[in-house]
């Protein structure tokens, strides 16, 4: 069963940068899209970045430009580069395919705060 380990999160000042990191284990990581989701604190999850085992990227409108998704095939793993964060990025970030194929990882804390 293919597993998802997310990390890199942490607490940062807004205007500041924070990389995300994707492990995922299995040989099924190379031919899916892969997405970064995110669920603020009391609201519904939401896709904000997935990126095609070709690298075609999509962005929600809220992140673009500030955000950047990229995937390292060879190692499994799938990146988040997230720069100039607000504080409404404050969440906890999940990676799963897109669609939706495999269970939820434990997702890592991304807190925006001065």
């Known amino acids: 069963q293919v597993q998802l380990v997310e990390s890199g999160g942490g607490l940062v000042q807004p205007a500041g940068s924070l990389r995300l990191s994707c492990a995922a284990q299995?040989?099924?990581?190379?031919?899916?899209?892969m997405g970064w989701f995110r669920q603020p604190p009391g609201k519904q999850r939401e896709l904000v970045a997935r990126i095609t085992s070709e690298g075609i990227t999509f962005y929600a409108d809220s992140v673009k430009g500030r955000f950047t998704i990229v995937r390292d095939n060879a190692k499994n793993t799938v990146f988040l580069q997230m720069n100039s964060l607000k504080p409404e990025d404050t969440a906890v970030y999940y990676c799963?395919?897109?669609?939706?194929?495999?269970?939820w990882g434990q997702g890592t804390q991304v807190t925006v705060s001065s």
């Open positions: 799963n395919t897109v669609p939706l194929t495999v269970t």
């Open positions: 299995g040989s099924v990581f190379t031919i899916y899209t």
